[in-house]
Structures are given as C-alpha cells and as structure tokens.
C-alpha cells in the first residue's frame, strides 16, 4: 500500500520561508516521479513543481517560479519543497504525489498516488 505523508506546513508572515516534506512508503520512490500540488480556499488543485526520477528535471508552475526549489533525497524516501518569500495567495493545502510517469507531469490527473496534504497559511 502506497502511503505518502506530508509535514512542514504551518502559519507564517509573508516574505517568511518553509521547507515542506513528504516521505514516501509502500513504492520504489526512487523510480517515480514526483510532484507537488495545492489547493486553496475555494480553488480548483494546481500543480506546483514536479521532479523526475531519472534527472533530476525539475518544473514549476509560474506562480512559484524563483521562489521554490522541489528536490528529493532518494535514501530517505523524501520530497522536499522549499519555498521562501511566500505571499498570501500561497495559502492552500499542499499535497504530494507521486506517478510511475517518465518525465515530469503538470496534469493532477497523471499522479494515482497523493497523500493526504499539509495546510499552509500566510498572513499579510
């Protein structure tokens, strides 16, 4: 059974930085692809970034661009989010996910592994 657990939200200050993790089990993580998703209040899910597994070849929505770095540490079985710099409109519940895709997948749809996410909320 696929288990994906994410840590590391919480509620910050705007311009404040916060590292997300996801630890993965019940897969052979180093052969996924990996991505990072969010929901806000009243808002369809949006792709964040994503990773390959064979890269690694990293993507990231605009939104987000500059100010978040998605990485993986295949030993420990973790993906990690780095965002700094965050603005309100990053407030959402954010979410892993993980599909045995090649390449790197922006679609939600592509992903048949999601944990269950982790709420991050930024004030102004």
């Known amino acids: 059974q696929v288990q994906l657990v994410e840590s590391g939200g919480g509620l910050v200050q705007a311009g404040a930085s916060l590292r997300l993790s996801c630890t993965a089990a019940g897969l052979t993580f180093e052969y996924y692809t990996m991505g990072w998703f969010r929901r806000a209040p009243g808002k369809e899910r949006e792709f964040v970034a994503g990773?390959?597994?064979?890269?690694?070849?990293?993507i990231y929505a605009d939104s987000v661009k500059g100010r978040a770095t998605i990485s993986r540490d295949n030993a420990k079985h973790t993906l990690y989010l780095q965002m700094s710099n965050l603005k309100p409109e990053d407030t959402a519940e954010y979410y892993c996910?993980?599909?045995?895709?090649?390449?790197?997948?922006?679609?939600?749809?592509?992903?048949?592994?999601w944990g269950q996410g982790t709420q991050v909320t930024v004030s102004s």
């Open positions: 990773i390959n597994w064979d890269g690694p070849e990293t």
């Open positions: 996910a993980a599909t045995g895709h090649s390449g790197t997948n922006r679609s939600d749809d592509e992903y048949p592994f």
